[in-house]
């Protein structure tokens, strides 16, 4: 299973850091992806990152701003967030799958993994 955690209130400008960790499985063969969807609109894709680390994704909306990371001997995975915007507030999710190419997707397999989603939340 994946525990995504870290969300909050933040003041536009601000910084958070999100934990995705997981559990149950073999962390090292999957590729993660931090997903995002806010108040009627679609799931965005926001940032991936291979099982081995050899590629990531971030998406041309939180590039600049945005890094993700892994730490294998932790099971985990960061998505740091700087200078956040109000457009960034929504649910944050973190998905698994064995494949990049789902992950990069955002069409993770139904016997792969999503994390239970942390609300982010950005003012003005």
């Known amino acids: 299973q994946l525990q995504a955690s870290g969300g909050g209130l933040v003041q536009a400008g601000g910084s958070l850091r999100l934990s995705c960790a997981a559990s149950?499985?073999?962390?090292?063969?999957?590729?993660i992806g931090w997903f995002r969807q806010a108040p009627g609109k679609e799931r965005e894709v926001i940032s991936c990152i291979s099982s081995a680390d050899r590629t990531r994704y971030v998406a041309d909306s939180v590039k600049g701003r945005f890094t993700i990371s892994r730490d294998n001997a932790k099971n985990t995975v960061y998505l740091q967030m700087s200078s956040l915007k109000p457009d960034d507030t929504a649910v944050y999710y973190c998905?698994?799958?064995?494949?990049?190419?789902?992950?990069?997707?955002?069409?993770?397999?139904?016997?792969?993994?999503w994390g239970q989603g942390t609300q982010v939340t950005v003012s003005s």
């Open positions: 149950g499985f073999t962390f090292d063969d999957y590729a």
């Open positions: 998905a698994a799958d064995r494949l990049w190419s789902r992950v990069r997707l955002g069409a993770i397999a139904r016997d792969e993994y």
